[in-house]
């Protein structure tokens, strides 16, 4: 089993705790076993077969999808302030949380922003939350197919990774970066687009069709 790299440090805290306690009493080494094992399935990274249908947007992250509400994106993105519809991902603390890129294209912005810490399930967390922005812009498009990433820490997350830089090319279904410990990621889209998932659906991070662009069959 592949393991994210930011997983390491974390397993190897969780296992030297582990070993200390069964060293201690074999009770108290049983008790944290399951956390250490947890925590080695939670940096757990698979392998993923992405779809290579033209003009599709894949689903960055595992987890349930939240209801489909439109929305208007992260204002530091400069995508304006029509409401677009956005698509919502919650990752429980069970889920794989490597998060891959929706489409292939570019890397137009790039924005940070401290903030709160609810529950990522909750509507605000999309607004109040510490996120991670990003707008990418689909290969061969003039802007106007311009979509928005956004990773987003939740009550347990307190540490969000990405990859990515400003102007970086992007590959659909690549990695791009890793939330810890429970979170959440929104995809809005351009107009125009065709939704292909519903509500509580469960979804596959780079396997997982969202939508696909108008025109596209």
């Known amino acids: 089993m592949s393991i994210h790299r930011e997983?390491?440090?974390?397993?190897?805290?969780?296992?030297?705790?582990n070993l200390l306690a069964f060293v201690f009493a074999t009770w108290?080494?049983?008790?944290?076993?399951?956390?250490?094992?947890?925590?080695?399935?939670?940096f757990r990274d698979p392998e993923r077969t992405t779809p290579q249908d033209p003009g599709l947007i894949i689903c960055p992250a595992d987890g349930v999808l939240l209801p489909?509400?439109?929305a208007v994106p992260p204002l530091e993105l400069g995508l304006g302030e029509t409401p677009r519809p956005r698509l919502s991902v919650f990752m429980n603390v069970f889920n794989v949380h490597v998060n891959r890129n929706p489409v292939t294209g570019t890397v137009v912005a790039k924005s940070?922003?401290?903030?709160?810490?609810?529950?990522?399930?909750?509507?605000?967390?999309s607004v109040h939350n510490e996120r991670m922005s990003l707008r990418l812009r689909p290969?061969?498009?003039?802007?106007?197919?311009d979509l928005a990433v956004v990773q987003i820490a939740g009550?347990?997350?307190?540490?969000?990774?990405?990859?990515?830089?400003q102007g970086q090319g992007v590959r659909r279904g690549a990695r791009f970066g890793i939330i810890r410990f429970g979170s959440r990621v929104d995809v809005y889209l351009p107009p125009g687009c065709t939704i292909l998932v519903e509500p509580g659906q469960k979804t596959?991070?780079?396997?997982?069709?969202?939508?696909?662009?108008?025109?596209?069959?």
């Open 7 to 17: 997983g390491w440090p974390f397993i190897a805290l969780f296992a030297a705790v």
């Open 155 to 165: 009550l347990v997350a307190r540490r969000i990774v990405c990859d990515l830089t």
């Open 68 to 70: 489909i509400v439109d």
């Open 139 to 145: 290969e061969g498009s003039d802007g106007t197919r």
């Open 204 to 217: 596959a991070a780079g396997e997982t069709i969202l939508a696909r662009f108008e025109g596209q069959t």
């Open 28 to 42: 108290a080494g049983l008790v944290l076993l399951p956390l250490t094992l947890w925590c080695i399935a939670f």
């Open 112 to 125: 940070y922003r401290p903030g709160k810490f609810f529950n990522a399930s909750f509507d605000k967390a």
